[in-house]
C-alpha cells in the first residue's frame, strides 16, 4: 500500500501488464537464504503466545519452517489448495489499483528482494520477509482469506469514491498493526508487528500504546505513523467479527458521513472509546524529546 503514484503509470521495463516479475528463485544468494533464515528463528521464538493461533498455524501448514527463502511457485501451490490464493514478485511497490486488483483475484504481491544485515531491525521499504513472513501466513485462514479479497474489491471501490485514505487507514489498523482477542489474552496478527522483533514486543507488551476496541468508523477517522511505533492499536474480536463489520456494510454512505469528521490524534483517546488499554504515551514523549 502506497501513495504518492500515478493512476495511469506504466510497469517498469521487464516487468508484466499487471506489474509481476519473475521471482528468479535461483538467483538468491546463500548469504540471503541465511539471513531468512536467521529472522525467521528469530522471529519464531518470540511468537508463541504472542501471535494469533491461526497465524502461527499458517506458519505450519504452510511449511514455511523450511530452510531458506520461500519458492513463490511452491508456496502458491500450497495456498492455492488451501485458500485459491497466490503469491507473486512485484518490482517495489505497486500502483494501488493494481495492488487492489490483485486482492481481489486473490493474489498477493510481494517484493522478492531481501533486506541487508545492517537493517535487520528496521526498513522502511517492505521486503520479502516482511511481506511474506508477516503477511502470507494469515492467507491460509479461510475467513482471513476472504477478508483480504474483499478489501482488494473495496479498494477499487474506494478509488472511485475519493475515499482511499479511509480504507488504507482500515488496512493499516488491521492487516498490517493489528491485535486480536483471544482466549489466552491479546495476541498480534498484523504484518508489520509479526514480521518485526522490536514491535512484535511493544505493541503487546509495552505500557506506552494505547489499546482500543476496533471501531471502524474510529479507525477511518485515525492517521498512522509509518516511521515508528504506532501510539494506538485496534483490537479485533475475531476475524469473522471484522469480516462482517466489512463485507456487509456499504461504506459509500460511511465515507460520505466521515467527509466532515476531522481528523483524530494518533494518540487520542475518545469517550466513546472501547478503551482495554489506555497507554502511559511515556514512548511517544521519549522519541518527541529526543
Ligand atoms: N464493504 C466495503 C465497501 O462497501 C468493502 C470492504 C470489504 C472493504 C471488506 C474492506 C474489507 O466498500
Ligand atoms: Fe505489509
Known sequence: MSDAKLLLSSPPPGAAADWTIPQAWSAYRPAEHALWDTLFERQCQMLPGRAAPAFLQGLDVLRLSKPGIPDFEELSARLQGLTGWSVVAAPGLVPDEVFFRHLANRTFVAGRFIRTPEQIDYLQEPDIFHDVFGHVPLLADPVFADYMQAY?????????????????????????????????????????????????????????????????????RTPYKIDDYQETYFVIDSFEDLLRQTLEADFAPIYRSLERAPDLRTDSLLTTDRVIQKGTGAYARMKAAS
Do not use: C
Open 152 to 220: 482488494g474489491e473495496g479498494g477499487l471501490k474506494s478509488l472511485t469514491l475519493g475515499a482511499l485514505h479511509r480504507l488504507a487507514r482500515l488496512y493499516w489498523y488491521t492487516v498490517e498493526f493489528g491485535l486480536i482477542q483471544s482466549d489466552e489474552g491479546l495476541r498480534i496478527f498484523g504484518a508489520g508487528i509479526v514480521s518485526s522483533h522490536g514491535e512484535s514486543h511493544f505493541a503487546l507488551d509495552d505500557p506506552s500504546p494505547n489499546r482500543l476496541g476496533f471501531d471502524l468508523k474510529r479507525v477511518m
